[in-house]
């Protein structure tokens, strides 16, 4: 725990969207739903969550991605982006940027391939966790969740500790 005058770090949780259908209501990506896994997943996730004290939680305005993050249940303010649709790590990270200092903890729920190269690119191989670092260097299905942390502005956020992977 920070002490006076120690700086306080930031947590940044991101995970990919859980379980979706292959296809849609209709023939976009976009209105792709959860599966009955998925719901599952993202409940669970949720309960992991609400230890957390995220304070905000930027998801993507796909379909899949709006229903995992109603299904968090997570009791903190939502920003539903569409740029955040199939959105790569720079993209992310650029979102990230507008994010105000005194916000301590952020979610994103997002999509592969972009969820996934922001974790990897962010995590700081000297400090992170090597079971985590293991965990999400293959393999990033969905509903996977990991949690970096860092000292410094959002807009400067550019390495993190990776202190933790979860598959569902």
């Excluded at 649709?85 to 993209?91: I, V």
Aim: avoid cysteine; aromatic fraction near 6%.
């Amino acid at each position: 725990m920070a002490t006076r005058g120690e700086p306080k770090a930031h947590r940044l949780y991101l995970m990919r969207h859980a379980d979706a259908a292959t296809a849609g209501t209709d023939w976009r990506d976009i209105s792709r739903e959860l599966t009955p896994k998925g719901r599952t997943q993202a409940r669970e996730v949720g309960e992991l969550l609400a230890r957390q004290r995220i304070e905000l939680v930027l998801s993507s305005s796909a379909a899949r991605a709006r229903q995992t993050t109603e299904l968090l249940g997570l009791p903190v303010p939502i920003r539903y982006i569409d740029r955040l649709y199939n959105a790569g790590s720079r993209s992310l990270l650029a979102e990230l940027s507008g994010v105000p200092d005194q916000v301590r903890t952020v979610l994103v729920v997002g999509h592969a391939p972009g969820i996934p190269a922001l974790a990897d690119n962010l995590a700081d191989r000297l400090h992170s966790s090597p079971e985590a670092l293991a965990l999400i260097r293959y393999n990033f299905p969905p509903a996977t969740l990991v949690g970096l942390e860092f000292f410094g502005g959002w807009s400067a956020l550019a390495e993190a500790r990776l202190f933790s992977a979860r598959h569902a």
